[in-house]
């Protein structure tokens, strides 16, 4: 069984298009996060939702939308894609206190044209 | 800020060697330090994870030390083999109201030749 599964793991699209990255999490854990990957590999930190609470929000244009429905599952919407969103999109989990156990999904490569 | 450097960005060895891959970080204050293996196409997998109180960690051929007032960490692979090739990432926890919130360092591209 995955631990931390996204879909899609590729996605290609136009600009000006609004796209959704699912992630669910089969660990138990209370807390889950996205990170992007851009072109020169440096992995960021977007989003963190604990127990379906946000908690940290970085900066991340309004564009995108962090929804997480319940504890297991934290979903990212972006609107009106635009060319510098190409990266590949990290979802991960952890437990709650301090990060322990922190475990990344495969990743999906978001490529805007 | 925290900001997290590593070096080498990349280190080519045979196989064999015994090597040390290095971070760095700005802010001592952190919760803890975690070592990352990154697959071309894959997602992270945690190595280890080193408490704030604690000095260092080993499994099996890796073990990793943490010295945070010196904000320095260090990742030592003994008997490198072909398999251990990938991206070594380093990240940082700082705690607090944003446990969780892990800041990487660039990375360092292991290659090891048979």
């Known amino acids: 069984d995955t631990a931390v599964s996204q879909t899609p793991k590729y996605l290609v699209t136009q600009m000006g298009n609004d796209k959704s990255i699912k992630c669910e999490q089969n660990?138990?854990?209370?807390?889950m996060y996205w990170y992007k990957q851009d072109s020169k590999k440096f992995l960021k930190i977007m989003f963190s939702?604990?127990?379906?609470?946000?908690?940290i929000n970085e900066t991340v244009p309004n564009r995108f939308s962090p929804k997480s429905p319940d504890k297991a599952h934290l979903n990212l919407h972006i609107n009106s894609l635009e060319l510098g969103d190409s990266a590949v999109y990290f979802c991960?989990?952890?437990?709650?206190?301090?990060?322990?156990?922190?475990?990344f999904g495969s990743g999906t490569r978001l490529t805007v044209v | 800020k925290q900001e997290v450097t590593q070096i080498p960005a990349a280190l080519s060895v045979p196989e064999g060697e015994n090597l040390v891959l290095n971070c760095s970080f700005t802010?001592?204050?952190?919760?803890?330090l975690q070592w990352f293996r990154q697959d071309p196409g894959k997602g992270l997998t945690s190595l280890l994870l080193?408490?704030?109180?604690?000095r260092e960690q080993t499994s099996g051929r890796l073990n990793a030390s943490l010295d945070k007032s010196s904000g320095r960490s260090t990742l030592y692979i003994a008997a490198s083999q072909p398999g251990d090739s990938a991206t070594y990432l380093c990240?940082?926890?700082?705690?607090?109201?944003?446990?969780?919130?892990?800041?990487f360092g660039q990375g360092t591209i292991l290659t090891v030749h048979p």
């Open positions: 991960a989990s952890s437990q709650a206190t301090g990060g322990i156990g922190y475990t």
């Open positions: 660990l138990g854990h209370d807390t």
């Open positions: 939702y604990n127990n379906k609470e946000l908690i």
């Open positions: 802010d001592s204050a952190i919760y803890n």
């Open positions: 080193i408490q704030s109180s604690q």
């Open positions: 990240a940082v926890d700082a705690g607090g109201t944003s446990y969780g919130k892990l800041t």
